[in-house]
């Protein structure tokens, strides 16, 4: 599978989520609103997201682009700014203040990262690495999202050798989190590409 589909996928699911939590429901409606179902479910997806960019296409981005890591440097920057907004959401709760400060606000740098990602990105990428080389990493990026962090991690550095070492050590603690917690149950469908 042709990682830009995936990826595209993936932020289709991701958009999807935004559009349902931009104006969420704050103070007590939030609270009863299933609000933070629906930001798990985005905290699980953007993670996961963002854990597989790091180990696979960032690498493959700095390699193949000509000005790539420069590409890659702001969206990681991007990203790493997007995790600490996810770690506030993740340790608060709906109807805090600060809560829904870092909600919205991750509804606009998440919008703008996706736009940055597929009209900067991803035709340079597209351009620079053949349809084979694309389904390969494809591929990797589809196996890694199976086992991949589900909580964001802002301190870790955000690079693919910690992804695959320290990050997979992280990804294991949170998926056992996820299952005596119970959290796994609203953890979000992988992407299907047809």
């Known amino acids: 599978m042709d990682a830009l589909a995936f990826l595209r996928e993936d932020h289709k699911s991701v958009l999807g989520m935004l559009e349902v939590l931009d104006g969420a429901p704050s103070?007590?409606?939030?609270?009863?609103?299933?609000?933070?179902?629906m930001v798990t479910n985005l905290v699980i997806a953007e993670s996961q997201h963002e854990a597989i960019e790091e180990q696979f296409f960032w690498p493959a981005v700095r390699e193949a682009v000509d000005d790539g890591d420069?590409?890659?440097?702001?969206?990681?920057?991007?990203?790493?700014?997007?995790?600490?907004?996810?770690?506030?959401?993740?340790?608060?709760?709906?109807?805090?203040?600060?809560?829904?400060?870092?909600l919205q606000d991750f509804v606009k740098i998440g919008r703008e990262h996706i736009r940055y990602e597929q009209e900067i990105v991803f035709p340079k990428f597209e351009?620079?690495?053949?349809?084979?080389?694309?389904e390969k990493i494809g591929e990797k990026?589809?196996?890694?999202?199976?086992?991949a962090a589900t909580r964001p991690h802002p301190d870790t550095p955000p690079s693919a050798l910690?992804?695959?070492t320290?990050?997979?050590?992280?990804?294991t603690v949170d998926h056992i989190r996820d299952a005596v917690t119970g959290r796994a149950d609203k953890n979000p469908p992988n992407p299907q590409i047809r």
């Open 141 to 147: 990026l589809e196996a890694a999202k199976k086992i």
């Open 70 to 102: 420069q590409l890659a440097d702001e969206a990681v920057a991007q990203e790493q700014e997007g995790k600490k907004l996810l770690q506030r959401l993740e340790d608060g709760n709906p109807g805090e203040a600060d809560y829904h400060r870092a």
């Open 27 to 37: 103070g007590s409606g939030a609270q009863v609103s299933g609000l933070d179902t």
């Open 166 to 171: 320290m990050g997979m050590v992280a990804a």
């Open 127 to 134: 351009a620079a690495v053949s349809r084979e080389d694309r």
């Open 162 to 164: 910690v992804q695959k």
